[in-house]
T-cell receptor
Framework: DGGITQSPKYLFRKEGQNVTLSCEQNLNHDAMYWYRQDPGQGLRLIYYSQIVNDFQKGDIAEGYSVSREKKESFPLTVTSAQKNPTAFYLC???????????FGSGTRLTVV | AQRVTQPEKLLSVFKGAPVELKCNYSYSGSPELFWYVQYSRQRLQLLLRHISRESIKGFTADLNKGETSFHLKKPFAQEEDSAMYYCALSANNAGNMLTFGGGTRLMVKP
């Protein structure tokens, strides 16, 4: 199913908790990305990684953290410092060159 | 920094009517532009890239560097075209990283 898998599909978090969203790809893509999708705001970049063991902050990195220990995996942790974490989170990957992204199916995070 | 603007949040047309989803960008270099589509309950997927000069599902988009636009067009809309459409730009100094517009919801009425 598409080569890029996000889990879980739905996630509920209590105030003050950290949660980790999983993203795995078997497309052999070098680059991976995390976006946040909010109604009316499009997609905003949280973090991206062009290569294993390296990652860069995007436009809205505050309150989030990532790791890239393997080419296939790029997990996102939403920390308690993120003030408004309820959103739809999208992971994507891309090969080198102007080929665009392949997206995962997303994780909807709700703070309860 | 680059920016992508989709001025219409919602576009509603009747089946068989022409449709144009607007996309404007600001970037001083030579951009690569994309259109992505998200159908209901499906993942976001690439619709077309300007470098491919392709027509997908009857949609085309032409890069107009003078007007810094990349509008998406289809001569005759179908109900199955109803979806959320995002325009995206890749700057040549930012690897493959994409900057997305805010999206336009297209509703095709019967």
């Amino acid at each position: 199913d598409g080569g890029i898998t996000q889990s879980p599909k739905y996630l509920f978090r209590k105030e003050g908790q950290n949660v980790t969203l999983s993203c795995e790809q078997n497309l052999n893509h070098d680059a991976m990305y995390w976006y946040r999708q909010d109604p009316g705001q499009g997609l905003r970049l949280i973090y991206y990684s062009q290569i294993v063991n390296d990652f860069q902050k995007g436009d809205i990195a505050e309150g989030y953290s990532v790791s890239r220990e393997k080419k296939e995996s790029f997990p996102l942790t939403v920390t308690s410092a993120q003030k408004n974490p309820t959103a739809f989170y999208l992971c994507a990957s891309s090969p080198r060159g102007p080929y665009g992204y392949t997206f995962g199916s997303g994780t909807r995070l709700t703070v309860v | 920094a680059q920016r992508v603007t989709q001025p219409e949040k919602l576009l509603s047309v009747f089946k068989g009517a022409p449709v144009e989803l607007k996309c404007n960008y600001s970037y001083s270099g030579s951009p690569e532009l994309f259109w992505y589509v998200q159908y209901s309950r499906q993942r976001l997927q690439l619709l077309l890239r300007h470098i491919s000069r392709e027509s997908i599902k009857g949609f085309t988009a032409d890069l107009n560097k003078g007007e810094t636009s990349f509008h998406l067009k289809k001569p005759f809309a179908q109900e199955e075209d109803s979806a959320m459409y995002y325009c995206a730009l890749s700057a040549n100094n930012a690897g493959n990283m994409l900057t997305f517009g805010g999206g336009t919801r297209l509703m095709v009425k019967p």
